[in-house]
Nanobody, 128 residues
Framework: QVQLVESGGGLVQAGDSLRLSCAWS????????LGWFRQAPGKEREVVAV????????FHSDSVKGRFTISRDNDRKTVYLQMNNLNPEDTAIYYC?????????????????????WGQGTQVTVSS
């Protein structure tokens, strides 16, 4: 059974940085579209960033654009989320997700329902 395993969350102060990692335990990592989502208490899960199969196309939500960067290393079968200049509004559980049904020319999928594999989540807490 394939898994996504996240790491890198924690408690930081406003203005600090964190890098989240998410490792894939299965095969064919380079065939996966990958995304990071987050869910804050009492709120719906929202997309944070998405990256295409070959890393050439990326999406970042308006709330994180210019501060967060998604990347992937297909050799390490890992997707990353570099988070800079964190603020308390970024406090949430962060999930990585994988879509195995996309093709090279697929548009980036921004809905959580488009992803069939999910990590367990990692908590990010930003204090003011």
């Amino acid at each position: 059974q394939v898994q996504l395993v996240e790491s890198g969350g924690g408690l930081v102060q406003a203005g600090d940085s964190l890098r989240l990692s998410c490792a894939w335990s299965g095969h064919s990592f380079n065939r996966l579209m990958l995304g990071w989502f987050r869910q804050a208490p009492g709120k719906e899960r929202e997309v944070v960033a998405v990256i295409s199969r070959n890393g050439g196309d990326k999406f970042h939500s308006d709330s994180v654009k210019g501060r967060f960067t998604i990347s992937r290393d297909n050799d390490r079968k890992t997707v990353y989320l570099q988070m800079n200049n964190l603020n308390p509004e970024d406090t949430a559980i962060y999930y990585c997700a994988a879509n195995s049904r996309s093709i090279l020319t697929s548009p980036l999928r921004l809905a959580a329902s488009d992803y069939e594999y999910w990590g367990q989540g990692t908590q990010v807490t930003v204090s003011s």
